[in-house]
């Protein structure tokens, strides 16, 4: 019972294209996120979301679109894709927004733009 | 701002040995510090956290930590280091004005038989 998963695990794409990344957590929480961990693994927030709503956008190109349908769900759809966007991009969920609740990572998206 | 630093890229352990990775943070205010770790092509997992109370907090796996207000520290520890453990290591601060994660540079950690 994965609790927080992403699709795909890999994404392959040509620079210009236009693609998107799944993340559902089964663990009820309120709160999820979006991270990207570059080459280096240096990791760093994107996006969070408290029941639906946008909670932190964090100084993201505006290629960049969360959409959260419900609050089990966080989707990262991306537009025109540059090299530098080649990335491991991980979703989280927390019980409640304040990050004294632990993050839950799902396994990660490794996009590669050719 | 608040941030974290991570001063080793890489420690080497014998197994059985203790082990140690350091963390050091600056924050206004009080701290709220966190450790994950990560294991090949997965996602970061929770080990433990400190927000208040004993300056020893026992997490995951065996896994300890100790918060040293006047040295703005908060050490990983382990008394007996496994080849299992060998992983990247994250440490982490709660940025109490944004409400964000913020991680260190992660140091990676790698037990010998």
């Known amino acids: 019972d994965t609790a927080v998963s992403q699709t795909p695990k890999y994404l392959v794409t040509q620079m210009g294209n236009d693609k998107s990344i799944k993340c559902e957590q089964n663990?009820?929480?309120?709160?999820m996120y979006w991270y990207k961990q570059d080459s280096k693994k240096f990791l760093k927030i994107m996006f969070s979301?408290?029941?639906?709503?946008?909670?932190i956008n964090e100084t993201v190109p505006n290629r960049f679109s969360p959409k959260s349908p419900d609050k089990a769900h966080l989707n990262l759809h991306i537009n025109s894709l540059e090299l530098g966007d080649s990335a491991v991009y991980f979703c989280?969920?927390?019980?409640?927004?304040?990050?004294?609740?632990?993050?839950?990572f799902g396994n990660g998206t490794r996009l590669t733009v050719t | 701002a608040q941030s974290v630093a991570q001063p080793e890229d890489q420690v080497n352990v014998a197994e059985g040995n203790p082990l140690t990775v350091k963390c050091t943070y600056s924050?206004?205010?009080?701290?709220?510090l966190f450790w994950y770790v990560q294991y090949p092509n997965r996602g970061l997992q929770f080990l433990l956290k400190?927000?208040?109370?004993?300056?020893l907090v026992k997490g995951s796996y065996g896994f300890e930590a100790e918060f040293n207000k006047s040295q703005t520290s908060f050490h990983l520890k382990k008394p007996s280091a496994l080849v299992s453990d060998s992983a990247l290591y994250f440490c982490?601060?709660?940025?109490?004005?944004?409400?964000?994660?913020?991680f260190g540079t992660g140091t990676r950690l790698q037990v010998f038989p």
């Open positions: 663990l009820g929480h309120d709160t």
């Open positions: 989280a969920s927390s019980q409640a927004i304040g990050y004294n609740s632990p993050l839950h």
């Open positions: 982490a601060v709660r940025d109490s004005g944004t409400d964000k994660l913020i």
């Open positions: 979301y408290n029941n639906k709503e946008l909670i």
């Open positions: 400190y927000i208040t109370g004993d300056n």
């Open positions: 924050v206004s205010g009080n701290p709220y």
